[in-house]
């Protein structure tokens, strides 16, 4: 029998229990094991940024635009956009997409995913 790995939210959605996943040769992994090493490459990827720059890092994976994080963060929209360039140079990415995938690999707890009232899941700022 060979090895297989499934996460607890497929058991539940399969409804099986752990005891005949387990009897079955399957190993049962909870979703912290799965994320918990992902999460720090992600956070070892971030480490070079400043504070000021994980600020602004922070805005721009919130959808926020230049002059608004300088209005939030008291600076100018010139800063805010060698802050964001700073910072995009130290990942190594060219994209705003490639940034939030960045930010989300080390904060996963961030990707919410609403269930819509007619079944289809959406993002919450696509409402």
Do not use: C
């Amino acid at each position: 029998m060979t090895d297989s790995y499934t996460t607890g939210e497929h058991i539940a959605d399969t409804s099986y229990s752990s005891t005949r996943v387990v009897a079955e040769g399957w190993s049962a992994i909870s979703q912290s094991e799965i994320l918990e090493p992902l999460r720090k490459a992600g956070r070892k990827k971030l480490a070079p940024l400043s504070p000021r720059e994980m600020q602004v890092l922070k805005r721009v994976v919130a959808g926020d635009s230049n002059k608004l994080i300088a209005r939030k963060l008291f600076i100018s929209e010139k800063t805010v956009e060698k802050y964001r360039s700073n910072l995009m140079h130290k990942l190594q990415v060219r994209t705003v997409p490639d940034l939030m995938r960045i930010w989300l690999q080390a904060n996963p707890q961030d990707l919410v995913v609403e269930q819509r009232s007619n079944g289809g899941a959406s993002a919450p700022w696509s409402q």
